[in-house]
């Protein structure tokens, strides 16, 4: 059967409407079912055509954003972490922060400017020395303690005045006697040999006794022993030393303070410490003294230190040892084995029936004759 050629549209056909053909038979139903399908496709490509321009959307509004992104990180560069290429979690990293030492700062670098102080923390601790400046007054007047150096300028005599010197130079040399004078320390400088005329020359020097007394009023010190030393010239030094209370338990007791008088050229005593090496020096221009209490001699030893300057003109120094009261407050000596009870007891009673204090403040041991108490 030939169906007439003309345009087709749905509506050509009615419900009672039927063709065939070679290939079957069309019904309505079979013809809105078609058309039906049709429509849906034409649907799903147009929804999906949305989804695909909205997913095109999305990445550009994304690419956007990553570049903004990239921008602020190019000029705020975040810095490396080599050493931490795994990441922690936050909550590790929120422990390590809380770990850290408060002082440094966050990225924990060190500062770069160092603390001018160490500690804010009060230290009570006894110094290891105390350097005292005494007026050249009649006493001292204040309280000594063990671990002080005091120095007095122009104790026996005005600075520029070497009249007491050269007093002292004439009145040693008219002893007459040529071996009073002895080399001493390593052949470093002179001094005079207390064994000698049993120690009686010393009566023949009034300038020496008046040094000896004006030490002893001064620092209201009993004197066991004195001493005449003579550097020559700037050659003539002393090498470091403690003198004999910080090495011989029988003067510990009974001799606490050095106290030496200088005359002549202006040389430099030095102090240094026995653990350390610390050295503190002093000058000592004509006419001065310095003294030092226990704890120092204990813990320093001290010396006439050598120098390259030329210089003919001579020093004499005149030593004393003997006691002095002293405060022992903070000492680090307390349990020296020369201050416990018994060996106290035992040098005490010794030195009342033994010891014997002379007029010009030499010891005397027994009927023995002569002295020849060295403190080295």
Request: one cysteine or more.
């Amino acid at each position: 059967m030939n169906i007439a050629a003309k345009e087709w549209s749905p509506s050509s056909f009615n419900t009672t409407t039927t063709t065939s053909s070679s290939s079957g038979t069309f019904s309505k139903q079979n013809i809105d079912e078609t058309i039906k399908k049709f429509e849906n496709i034409s649907i799903d490509k147009n929804e999906k055509q949305k989804k695909e321009n909205k997913k095109k959307q999305s990445g550009k509004e994304n690419r956007i954003h990553d570049k903004k992104k990239q921008n602020r990180n190019s000029q705020n560069p975040k810095p490396k972490n080599n050493n931490n290429k795994n990441h922690r979690s936050q909550q590790q990293q929120q422990q390590q922060q809380q770990n850290q030492p408060k002082n440094k700062n966050k990225n924990n670098h060190k500062s770069k400017h160092k603390k001018n102080t160490e500690s804010f923390d009060p230290d009570y601790s006894a110094p290891d020395c105390r350097i005292v400046i005494g007026l050249p007054t009649e006493k001292f007047n204040r309280e000594y303690s063990v671990h002080d150096i005091v120095m007095v300028p122009q104790l026996v005599c005005d600075q520029g005045d070497f009249s007491l010197y050269e007093q002292l130079v004439e009145e040693i040399q008219s002893i007459g006697r040529d071996n009073l004078l002895v080399e001493w320390h390593g052949d470093t400088h002179l001094i005079a040999n207390d064994k000698i005329m049993g120690g009686k020359w010393k009566e023949k020097m009034p300038a020496f006794k008046y040094i000896v007394d004006r030490m002893q009023s001064y620092f209201d010190m009993d004197i066991k022993a004195t001493r005449f030393n003579w550097y020559r010239n700037s050659k003539d030094w002393k090498p470091y030393h403690h003198d004999a209370a910080a090495v011989k338990a029988r003067f510990a007791l009974t001799q606490n303070c050095t106290v030496a008088v200088s005359v002549g050229q202006e040389r430099e005593c030095g102090f240094q410490h026995a653990k350390t090496g610390t050295v503190v020096s002093c000058p000592q221009p004509n006419g001065c003294a310095y003294a030092f209490g226990r704890d120092v001699n204990l813990e320093w030893r001290h010396g006439v230190l050598p120098t390259k300057k030329e210089d003919c003109t001579g020093r004499i120094s005149i030593i004393a040892w003997g006691y002095v009261e002293q405060s022992d407050d903070r000492t680090r000596q307390a349990n020296h084995p020369f201050f416990n009870q018994d060996q106290k007891n035992h040098n005490n009673n010794k030195n009342k029936h033994t010891f014997k204090k002379s007029n010009n403040g030499n010891n005397k041991k027994g009927n023995k004759k002569g002295k020849g108490w060295f403190s080295k």
